[in-house]
């Protein structure tokens, strides 16, 4: 079979991320490659993967086999009572750390003989986080030069940090702008400006755009998107204080990513992998529930790949009350 080159898009979803694997090995099977990727929050990491040159096999046996509790961490100071998980959130503007999650890719991408971007092809991965400090989105690693830092050696993995930090759950990662000149009493003074860079889904959870601008100017490569639909079982939070009640935010908030509207083209271009009622945050898996998230974004993605017309770059198929030729 022919091999045919594709941009991929994958979405966030937390712990569901494994499922994005399944459709990466059908797109494997159907001897689809691919050029360039992006990715939001646990699609970076998968797309970084991607990049760096793992299988969907190696994936699924790599995610498979990692206990995902242990990014959860803080000090046991801050595990006493109501008290100290929200001295933390005080201090540190989160509940746990992101440094086991950013040292757990950059073992993963070493591995691969990557660092930082400098290390991959020019715009082969592109990462999505949200700035809140400044209300703005970021592509990294290009809008990293915002802040003083070079692109081509800033660490893929911080850039995944950032891209998962969920708010009030992993702590933000802190940036320090360039000192910037600012008058005060007819005096120059240097004012430190602190940014601080959460996950991306608060922005773009599904950053499909980003490879618009290539298909507008004639790239006749492809994009195919890799989105987790369904949302996890409906439940009730019990809020009893200002954690559970950031938590139910967040959780809500993720929740409703997966029932957003797509339009006629962007569906037809994207795969739509069931995440069997999995929550973003769950992080306690058990190994075969790991296993049929695999499995759906497997069938999922042969269903799309059945159906995709490698000309075009999009379903053969029909639409909900569409009829089409």
Request: with cysteine; net charge positive.
């Amino acid at each position: 079979m022919e091999t045919t080159l594709v941009n991929a898009v994958f979405e966030g979803g937390g712990v569901r991320g494994i499922s994005l694997a399944g459709a990466v090995r059908a797109a494997e099977l159907a001897c689809v490659r691919f050029h360039r990727v992006a990715g939001t929050s646990s699609g970076s990491i998968v797309a970084a993967l991607v990049a760096t040159g793992y299988t969907a096999v190696e994936m699924k046996e790599i995610i498979g086999s990692t206990p995902f509790r242990t990014f959860m961490q803080r000090a046991p100071i801050f595990n006493v009572g109501l008290v100290g998980p929200a001295v933390r959130m005080l201090l540190k503007k989160g509940l746990y750390s992101g440094d086991a999650l950013e040292a757990w890719v950059a073992g993963l991408l070493a591995a691969k003989g990557v660092r930082v971007f400098g290390d991959l092809p020019p715009g082969k991965v592109r990462i999505i986080a949200s700035d809140i400090t400044n209300g703005k989105l970021l592509v990294l690693p290009d809008d990293i030069a915002d802040y003083g830092l070079d692109p081509a050696r800033f660490p893929v993995a911080r850039a995944i940090r950032m891209s998962t930090s969920i708010p009030y759950f992993f702590d933000p990662v802190v940036l320090r702008q360039p000192l910037r000149p600012r008058k005060a009493y007819s005096k120059e003074i240097l004012r430190a400006k602190f940014s601080y860079i959460v996950d991306g889904g608060l922005l773009s959870n599904f950053p499909l755009w980003l490879f618009e601008k290539d298909m507008l100017e004639g790239s006749p490569v492809p994009v195919v998107g890799f989105q987790m639909i369904g949302r996890s079982e409906v439940k009730q939070h019990r809020i009893s204080g200002p954690i559970t009640m950031f938590q139910a935010m967040f959780e809500t908030m993720l929740g409703a990513h997966d029932e957003r509207y797509i339009e006629e083209q962007k569906w037809l271009r994207t795969i739509r992998i069931p995440t069997l009622g999995v929550g973003t945050t769950q992080f306690d898996l058990k190994p075969e529930v790991s296993l049929s998230l695999y499995e759906a974004g497997l069938a999922a993605g042969q269903k799309f790949f059945s159906r995709w017309d490698r000309r075009t770059g999009k379903q053969r198929t029909e639409l909900p009350g569409t009829f089409m030729k």
